[in-house]
T-cell receptor, first 113, second 111 residues
């Protein structure tokens, strides 16, 4: 089944403890992206990648890191999480070029206390 | 200023009561406009892409239309299972191929 897989689905952590949210897609998509979704603010882009070793900042990149060493994987790293990073996170992927719709993962609900 | 504005924020309909959701955008040189459906606790699900003014796409009870400044998602004779948040996103010409999302319209259809 074609899908984007995120892990974990739920995570509660403490301030300052480094964490990684994994994202993997099996559709050979070139583009991958991370979004966070907060009530009243909608989906905001954190980072995106247009291909292996090509990444760029989105609208809200502060406090996050990403890497794209393989085409299928695009992990999101929080080096020192803070409570304002408590959110619902989505990974998404699509084929290259204009006008392809994204396939989204099921989401990771992160709580930082 | 938001590049993508959706209205209304929330909409309640009775089953069978047709209506429209609006997505207005201010990007220059639209490359593509997307509609997604999102159920609570799940990732958005792709519905349509519209490329140019005058274009229309249909899927079951949903029809999306596009003008130079806005898009409408028309819902005909909705059913309770159409209840969801509907998201609009745009790709701007000349930039990356990464879409910018609106904040969505939450639709509830009562039986």
């Amino acid at each position: 089944e074609a899908q984007v897989t995120q892990n974990p689905r739920y995570l509660i952590t403490v301030t300052g403890k480094k964490l990684t949210v994994t994202c993997s897609q099996n559709m050979n998509h070139e583009y991958m992206s991370w979004y966070r979704q907060d009530p009243g603010l909608g989906l905001r882009q954190i980072y995106y990648s247009m291909n292996v070793e090509v990444t760029d900042k989105g609208d809200v990149p502060e406090g996050y890191k990403v890497s794209r060493k393989e085409k299928r994987n695009f992990p999101l790293i929080l080096e020192s999480p803070s409570p304002n990073q408590t959110s619902l996170y989505f990974c998404a992927s699509s084929f290259a070029g204009a006008n392809y719709g994204y396939t989204f993962g099921s989401g990771t609900r992160l709580t930082v206390v | 200023e938001d590049q993508v504005t959706q209205s209304p924020e929330a909409l309640r309909l009775q089953e069978g009561e047709s209506s429209s959701l609006n997505c207005s955008y201010t990007v220059s040189g639209l490359r593509g406009l997307f509609w997604y459906r999102q159920d609570p606790g799940k990732g958005p699900e792709f519905l349509f892409t519209l490329y140019s003014a005058g274009e229309e796409k249909e899927k079951e009870r949903l029809k999306a239309t596009l003008t130079k400044k806005e898009s409408f998602l028309h819902i005909t004779a909705p059913k309770p299972e159409d209840s969801a948040t509907y998201l609009c996103a745009v790709q701007e010409g000349g930039g990356s191929y990464i879409p910018t999302f609106g904040r969505g319209t939450s639709l509830i259809v009562h039986p």
